[in-house]
């Protein structure tokens, strides 16, 4: 018998003994903790909220450890009350409660008399792992465990929890830069293992019914979140790790990027080209050229080599008069070749050996050392750079290798060892960076793009991107499962390298949906190495001209899109979400070949990727039974509830607008520095399943830090109600305490009207109405008026 087997079977048999043993022995409260003491240690279970319970277990002979890289919520009382029912406690909550069998030792959760999951056997160890499994039901979906390509339904899997990159790769990864260590079932609950060091998460590998968490030391706690449908696990999930801050306006527009621009000749002259083809630019992104003429040798410089870039400030000082944002590349790898080695040993910046001098070793970019971010004089050495480089005029960064690319295991940090800080390293560091904002420049938000990170890294401001996707149809296939998943874990901002980044493939059709897709997903940034361009003013003329208009429809989209990033940092909702959301967590009807190449855009768009070469048909799922959706581009009604093969063309992707959206829409404009909301095309689309509706627009000046809780923000609801023949659309504005309303003018786009309407009229007075046959759209104009409260009826 192989020794992986042999393993096995000794690891399962321990459990069952171990099993078997535990007993409780006794319990108390304390405060709002249940304190029990068991055979082999001690749990200590304690709310958060009443849909949030955290599980501790300390073996006998180790300490409490409170410390959470994770977890931001302070624990509230809710209430909770202890019964004695003899042969088990139980610990409720208005929400979940705890039911712990004391002999054999086995804890349950259920939520609102509903269960939830139990543990299987316990805390067990074998060797350098110790577990914790779960019992599972027949047909539970399970979702999470990070970055991963391996299907929407994750079960069946046993997942490493080690960010690790995978470079060129294409419709499957197994492995990652994000290996969060959160489950979450089709029953809408979810289990966060609240330790970042290494180790599996199983899910169900065995086919036994067992979800198992392994870990190679640190913490045994858990957090069980639930919630009555899916939005309310995302809002309980991110209330307990953090919520994304609403990024700068400008990144929900186009960047400029590629592997790399050699020198400030070239980086000017592809942003005046983006300018005299008028396709729309807000940023541009320089990679590790910036401080080196080579790949090897310079990494750590993190200062311009004014050879190739001899007007740096000048250059982005142009760049920022045009509405261009310049974005830096920045690595935690200093070279024991590069200009600040000595600075970085001289200041203890550096991760260390036993014996605490600097750990270096070799790796492709050369010999190295790694910035040690867990200690105050890293984490300090390492901002100063970043707040120098800022002053000269940088808009954004973006961090490489995070994860770390190559971390050995003798490596020694402040906070411990490399198994304890692997996985958190990548958080830390856009920590690193969103608390030298919050210290030096307080007043605005910074962009932190970043290829690893952890449970909560998005209330760092993180944007996550896919990593080092192969340029291939495989790779395009695997980018809507990934943002979908990451999406659900917190991360809502995972998006990727549009067009693919790996390998010299020029395949203009592959480019061209990638970007149709990316119009719909968090972040528009096509980036690849340099062989095949990137930027579609260097593709042919069929490439440019369709990218161009994804970029301009991007563009057209500007309000909705912020609206939705404005919600998601309210209640943690996804960008993009699975159908399965909208279905109320009920797959059971949707083929699973379309649950993640059907996916939802904010709360308005279903879209459909294109994702097989020559395509001339599509697959999609339409969402919500007895509901309706319209072809966003025709205007062609389709049925909630069922699946549908429908056309395909080269101009677009399939996309659909549900019944009852409001969705806010302006002009194209060269970059976000000229936005305005000032004139608002609103779309509606009508239908006779829609008794009500609502909507919103938000804004603000699109830079302020925390605009919002400040009160610098303008807010429009709308709303829609159908009386007979009337439909009714209301708009109210709220503004914050610490903002000037706008005068706004909409023009109103009433879709689904089959007949020519009879009359307007705008809280009574009479309105013209223009009313388009073919389209079946009724538009009308509603003059400008700052903070706008009325009522428009549209007699049918």
């Known amino acids: 018998m192989a020794p992986k087997s042999i393993a096995l079977l000794s690891l399962l048999a321990f459990s069952s003994v171990h099993a078997a043993e535990r007993r409780l022995e006794s319990f108390a409260v304390n405060g ?12 200590l279970i304690k709310p958060y909220s009443a849909a949030i319970v955290e599980t501790t277990f300390i073996p006998k002979g180790e300490g409490y450890d409170p410390r959470s890289h994770a977890v931001v919520l302070a624990p509230v009382a809710v209430g909770a009350t202890l019964k004695d029912a003899g042969a088990s406690i139980e610990y409720a909550t208005p929400g979940i409660t705890v039911t712990v069998r004391k002999q054999p030792l086995r804890i349950s959760y259920a939520y609102k008399g509903k269960p939830l999951v139990a543990e299987k056997d316990g805390y067990t160890k074998a060797g350098k792992l110790e577990a914790i499994r779960f019992a599972l039901d027949d047909g539970e979906a399970l979702y999470g465990a990070g970055a991963r390509a391996v299907g929407m339904n994750r079960r069946g899997n046993r997942f490493q929890l080690y960010n690790k990159a995978d470079y060129g790769y294409g419709n499957r990864s197994q492995l990652l830069n994000f290996t969060i260590p959160l489950a979450l079932s089709s029953k809408r609950y979810a289990i966060h293992f609240d330790n970042p060091y290494t180790g599996w998460l199983d899910f169900d590998s065995r086919k036994d019914g067992t979800l198992g968490y392994e870990t190679t030391g640190g913490r045994k706690t858990y957090q069980i979140i639930a919630g009555d449908a899916w939005s309310d696990v995302m809002a309980n999930y991110t209330s307990l790790t953090g919520r994304q801050p609403l990024p700068p306006r400008w990144a929900f527009g186009n960047f400029a990027s590629r592997f790399g621009y050699r020198n400030e000749a070239e980086a000017r002259a592809t942003v005046a080209q983006f300018a005299k083809d008028r396709i729309p630019l807000d940023a541009i992104v320089l990679d590790l050229y910036w401080f080196g003429k080579t790949v090897q040798g310079t990494m750590g410089n993190l200062a311009w080599d004014k050879e190739n870039f001899p007007n740096p400030q000048g250059m982005m000082k142009d760049f920022a008069a045009q509405g261009v944002q310049t974005i830096l590349i920045t690595e935690p790898f200093v070279l024991t070749t590069s200009s600040r080695w000595q600075d970085a040993v001289d200041k203890k910046a550096l991760a260390t050996k036993a014996d605490g001098t600097p750990y270096t070793y070799d790796f492709y970019f050369g010999n190295t050392g790694l910035v040690d971010i867990t200690g105050t004089p890293g984490r300090d050495w390492f901002w100063n750079i970043y707040k120098d480089l800022k002053l000269q005029g940088v808009g954004g960064w973006w961090g490489d290798l995070g994860e770390p690319e190559v971390h050995p295991e003798g490596l020694r ?19 690193l960076i969103a608390d030298g904002y919050r210290k030096d420049f307080p007043g605005e938000r910074p962009f932190i793009l970043m290829r690893a990170g952890y449970s909560g890294s998005q209330r760092h401001g993180m944007i996550p991107w896919s990593g080092d996707v192969g340029r291939s149809w495989g790779g395009l296939q695997s980018q809507m499962e990934i943002a979908l998943q990451m999406g659900m874990q917190g991360l809502g901002y995972m998006h990727s390298d549009l067009g693919g980044f790996a390998g010299p493939v020029l395949d203009d059709e592959l480019y061209v949906r990638w970007l149709q897709y990316g119009v719909f997903q968090p972040v528009f940034r096509p980036h690849a190495q340099e062989a095949v361009a990137a930027e579609p003013v260097y593709r042919a003329a069929r490439a440019r001209a369709l990218a161009a208009e994804a970029v301009r429809l991007r563009y057209r989209l500007l309000p909705y899109n912020y609206t939705t990033g404005f919600e998601n940092s309210r209640t943690g909702m996804p960008l993009m979400h699975p159908v399965l959301f909208a279905d ?25 990727p294109v994702t097989e070469p020559g395509a001339t048909r599509k697959d999609v799922y339409f969402p919500v039974k007895d509901s309706a959706w319209f072809d966003f581009h025709t205007g062609e009604r389709h049925r909630g509830g069922i699946q549908e093969t429908v056309p395909v063309v080269a101009e677009r992707i399939p996309v659909y607008v549900r019944a009852g959206a409001f969705v806010p829409m302006v002009d194209v404009v060269q970059s976000t520095k000229d936005y305005s909301t000032k004139d608002v095309a609103l779309h509606y689309w009508h239908d006779a399943t829609v008794a009500q509706s609502a909507g919103m627009l938000y804004d603000d000046d699109g830079k302020t830090a925390q605009a919002y809780e400040q009160g610098r923000y303008e807010l429009a609801r709308f709303t829609s109600a159908v009386q007979g023949r009337e439909l009714r659309i209301g708009i109210a504005t709220e503004t914050g305490r610490q903002y000037t309303a706008l005068a706004r003018a909409y023009a109103l786009h009433v879709h689904n009207v089959t007949a020519k309407p009879r009359a307007a009229t705008l809280d009574g007075k009479p309105l013209a109405v223009r009313w388009d046959g073919k389209t079946g759209v009724a538009t009308v104009k509603l003059p400008a008026r700052a903070a706008m409260s009325a009522q428009l009826v549209l007699s049918l």
């Open 32 to 43: 709002n903790t249940l304190d029990i003491v068991v055979s082999d240690g001690r749990y």
């Open 413 to 431: 940090h402040v906070a411990g060892s490399a198994d304890a800080v692997h996985n958190v390293y990548g958080h830390e560091w856009a920590g």
């Open 584 to 608: 109320d967590g009920s797959a059971s009807t949707i083929d699973t070949g379309t649950i993640a190449s059907t996916y939802l855009w904010g709360d308005s768009f279903l879209v459909a």
